[in-house]
């Protein structure tokens, strides 16, 4: 199962091309933010914002209380690890 999940934008890489650095739970992943960009306004204001990624897209933007909460939650269910053990694989 493919979940969002929660993830901080920590680096732009290409403003162009509307890429960015994604640390999820201690691993970073490259990610499209064309989702979550603001016509108008510079990529470099979502640094240090939080989003749900799927599958290698940052799909919405959303606060720090939802994202732990939502970690939480998932971490209770146990798809966090396989989550990320997923996302790990794929960067191999």
């Known amino acids: 199962m493919c979940l969002g999940i929660p993830g901080k934008i920590v680096a732009i890489t290409d403003s162009v091309q509307l890429l960015g650095v994604v640390d999820v739970g201690g691993i970073q992943r490259a990610v499209d933010l064309s ?5 108008g306004e ?6 240090d914002r939080w989003v749900l990624v799927h599958v290698g897209f ?28 997923a996302m790990q694989e794929s960067e191999s």
């Open 42 to 47: 510079a990529l470099e204001s979502l640094l």
């Open 58 to 85: 940052a799909m919405s933007v959303i606060d720090e209380t939802e994202a732990q909460a939502t970690l939480a939650v998932l971490t209770e269910l146990g798809q966090v690890q396989e989550e990320l053990a």
């Open 35 to 39: 989702c979550v960009a603001q016509g």
